[in-house]
């Protein structure tokens, strides 16, 4: 059997950091377009194989190709089981268990679709999941998907969704030595902020899965001058909201929030929204891997692409190894027992079925 660790290691070693993934996955096509059982199609920089059999069932497995600029980490590094570096956790080991299989289960139970895709760690608008569902959803095609984020070996079911706010308020221009001339903005901001920390956290239970919404002040602009009462502040808002919502409603929420504070001429601008996930835990490969392997079960509380797969009717989950805290951070890692784990679970149900 492969050692998982070792070549979590060594596509670590590859970079690929977003926008300059083609020589990474000019490396991932050179090894998949070979092997008999599998049906390599590649768009863009996105890469997706395909086996080509007749089970009844077809399950999707996907990953991200793209890391974060390096931060000091760039020379993977193993200690004992662990591996540091760039892009361990996120998502080098579950591209490293989507190559073991891909490469050894040859005659599956059910039809695998592996998709290795571009830059999911930046902009939406680059994201090559989404570009793929927009030119060659045909590839996508699938019954279930498993988005192999860092989960640390556990599902994690369904995403929140996310959204950013702008919101503008307006004054006017004074001295400050003669304030009572003008109107502070930046004041009436202050009251806008007090409804935000008091925001009623919402804790909805899906499937068993406690989501926890979300409402935090990301950023704040206004000011004119040391002397200047100001006439303009604004305030960027980011809402996490859970699956029981869309995003209108929760836009709605938010609108409901701010806007006993508004007055004419006043700001409201969803700038950014992502819509969220449910659970999906009934469908049935899911059921095998939880129950066949006694697999904990958690709400994802961040946002995911598992939330592009609902949008096309596509129930799906993240399951991948890795430690999702650590993601980013120069001190990036991933152990071998989570990896190995991942694989098996997943070996198990792509070649025994349900």
């Known amino acids: 059997m492969t050692d998982l660790l070792l ?3 060594d596509l670590v070693a590859f970079p690929s950091e977003s926008h300059a993934e083609a020589p990474f996955v000019d490396w991932i096509e050179a090894e998949l377009a070979p092997l008999d059982h599998l049906e390599v199609e590649r768009v863009g920089d996105n890469l997706v194989a395909r086996t080509t059999g007749s089970a009844p069932m077809r399950v999707l497995l996907a990953g991200h190709t ?3 600029p390096v ?9 004992g089981d662990t591996l540091w ?19 050894t289960i040859t005659a599956p139970a059910l039809e695998v679709t592996y998709v290795f895709y571009a830059a999911e760690e930046v902009a939406a608008v680059h994201n090559g999941l989404g570009h793929l569902f927009r030119d060659r959803p045909d590839l996508l095609d699938a019954d279930v998907a498993l988005l192999g984020e860092p989960t640390d070996g556990v599902i994690e079911a ?17 001295h400050t ?4 001339m003008g109107d502070n903005a930046i004041h009436r901001l202050g009251r806008i902020l007090a409804a935000v920390e008091a925001f009623p956290e919402r804790r909805p239970v899906l499937d068993g899965c406690e989501f926890r919404e979300a409402l935090q002040a990301v950023a704040v602009t206004g000011g004119v001058a040391a002397n200047v009462v100001p006439d303009l502040a604004t305030v960027t808002l980011n809402h996490r909201f859970a699956p029981d919502r869309t995003a209108a409603e929760a836009e709605a929420g938010l609108r409901a929030l701010v806007e006993p ?6 700001e409201f601008e969803v700038v950014d929204v992502a819509g969220a996930a449910a ?3 009934e469908h049935p490969v899911l059921q095998a891997m939880v129950e066949r392997n006694g697999l904990p079960v958690r709400s994802k509380l961040g946002w995911t692409d598992v939330a592009r797969f609902a949008e096309h009717g596509i129930p799906s989950t993240n399951f991948g190894p890795g430690d999702a805290t650590v993601a980013h951070m120069a001190d990036e890692r991933v152990d071998r027992a989570p990896i190995e784990r991942c694989y098996a679970v997943l070996a198990d149900i792509l070649t025994t079925g349900v």
Do not use: H, Y
């Not at 570096?85 to 490469?103: E, N, P, Q, Y």
């Not at 369904?158 to 004074?174: A, E, I, L």
């Open 279 to 281: 659970p999906s835990l």
């Open 7 to 9: 070549l979590t290691r």
């Open 261 to 266: 504070f508004l007055e004419d001429g006043d």
């Open 71 to 79: 931060n000091g980490n760039g020379t993977p590094r193993i200690d």
């Open 85 to 103: 570096g760039l892009g361990a956790t996120d998502m080098k080991a579950g591209l490293a268990v989507m190559l073991a299989l891909a490469r």
């Open 66 to 68: 793209d890391t974060v």
């Open 177 to 180: 030595a003669r304030p009572w």
């Open 158 to 174: 369904g995403c929140q969704g996310t959204m950013r706010v702008q919101v503008t308020v307006r004054g006017r221009r004074s």
